[in-house]
C-alpha cells in the first residue's frame, strides 16, 4: 500500500464571522495562545509522516505564506540581539516542517473545489485533506490514526466522533454502515440530517479525511453537471463511491475531542483549552477564571 506522504489543506476562505479582525488578517493565522491555529494543523501532518503540504489560498492570505518562509533577517537579528536563542530557534523550526507549495483557489463555491485544484500535484497518490480552521485534539493525533487505519483498511477513511448532541446534526455530516469495532464500514454519509431520528446514527464526520485518488474522477463527473449557483460538496462524490463497492471508512478517533475555530464561541473555548493545557500558564489562567466567576456570583 502506497505511503502518505502529501496533504492538502484548504484555506480559502474569508472568515467573515471574526470581521472586522480577518478584514486584514486570515482566520488561519488567529493565535492559540502563541501559535496560528493552522501551525498546530502542520505541525500534526508532519507528525504523522506528511512531507509535502499543498495549501489551496485565495489572494488575501499571504501572511500564510510567510509564516512558513523563512524568516526575516531583522526578526533573526532582533532575536539574536536580544539573547532568545529558544524563541530563534522555534522561529527556525517552523519553515522547515515540511515542504510547502501554494495554490489559489478557483472553482464553485464548496469544499470540493480545493481537491480539484490540488489534483494535479497529488500525482495519484492517497493524501490527507484537512481544513485550516478546525481540527480533532487527540492521543495519538488524528492524522495518525487515519494514517494507521489506512495501513489496515485499504480505501478513504473519514474522521469521525461519536455525539448526542441535537445541535450536531445541524452542524455535520453524520455516517451510517457496519461498526468493525471503532471503524465504520460506511455505506451513507447525510450531510447536515437536522436530527437523530433522520439518520438513527450518533457517529459525525467531522474535519479531516485520508483519500484514495480514485475519488477525483467521482468529483469530475459531479463538476460537470454542477447546476450554477449550486454549492459543489465531496459528499455526493463519497455515497456514490461507497455504493460502487469502494471501501469508505468512519474512523471514530479515539480519546478524541473536535475543536471548530471557525466560531467566535467555540474559538474562545479553544484558546482556553490550550492555556489549560500549558504548565507556564494553567495555574494562573484557571485562577483567573475562578476569580471571575466568583466576582460574577456577588
Not at 11 to 35: I, S, W
Not at 129 to 144: E, L
Not at 242 to 253: E, K
Request: charge should be negative; glycine fraction near 8%.
Amino acid at each position: 500500500m502506497a505511503k502518505v506522504r502529501k496533504a492538502v489543506i484548504a484555506a480559502a476562505g474569508f472568515g467573515t464571522r471574526f470581521l472586522p479582525q480577518t478584514k486584514a488578517m486570515p482566520k488561519e493565522m488567529l493565535p492559540l495562545v502563541d501559535k496560528p491555529i493552522i501551525q498546530y494543523i502542520v505541525e500534526e501532518l508532519v507528525d504523522a509522516g506528511i512531507e509535502d503540504i499543498i495549501m489551496v489560498t485565495g489572494y488575501h492570505k499571504r501572511s500564510i505564506e510567510d509564516h512558513f518562509d523563512q524568516m526575516s533577517a531583522d526578526l533573526r537579528e532582533n532575536l539574536i540581539q536580544g539573547n532568545k536563542t529558544e524563541l530563534l530557534e522555534q522561529t527556525k523550526k517552523i519553515s522547515d516542517l515540511a515542504n510547502f507549495t501554494y495554490i489559489r483557489q478557483k472553482g464553485p463555491y464548496g469544499n470540493a473545489t480545493p481537491l480539484i485544484n490540488a489534483e494535479h500535484l497529488v500525482e495519484g497518490e492517497p493524501f490527507i485533506f484537512a481544513f485550516a480552521d478546525d481540527f480533532v485534539g487527540a492521543q495519538p493525533s488524528r492524522f495518525k490514526q487515519l494514517v494507521e487505519a489506512h495501513e489496515k483498511n485499504s480505501g478513504s477513511i473519514l474522521t469521525c466522533v461519536e455525539t448526542d448532541n441535537e445541535a450536531d446534526y445541524s452542524k455535520y455530516a453524520f455516517v451510517t454502515g457496519e461498526d468493525r469495532g471503532g471503524i465504520i464500514a460506511v455505506d451513507q454519509i447525510i450531510e447536515k440530517p437536522g436530527n437523530y431520528e433522520a439518520v438513527k446514527s450518533k457517529v459525525a464526520s467531522v474535519s479531516g479525511y485520508l483519500f484514495e485518488p480514485a475519488l477525483f474522477k467521482y468529483l469530475h463527473e459531479d463538476l460537470t453537471k454542477l447546476e450554477k449557483g449550486r454549492e459543489f460538496i465531496m459528499q455526493p462524490a463519497l455515497n456514490r463511491m461507497a455504493t460502487d463497492g469502494l471501501n469508505v471508512w468512519g474512523l471514530i478517533i479515539k480519546n478524541g475531542k473536535f475543536y471548530d475555530t471557525g466560531n467566535k464561541l467555540e474559538y474562545m473555548k479553544t484558546v482556553i483549552d490550550f492555556a489549560l493545557e500549558r504548565d507556564d500558564m494553567k495555574d494562573e489562567v484557571l485562577a483567573h477564571i475562578r476569580k471571575k466567576v466568583n466576582n460574577s456570583q456577588g
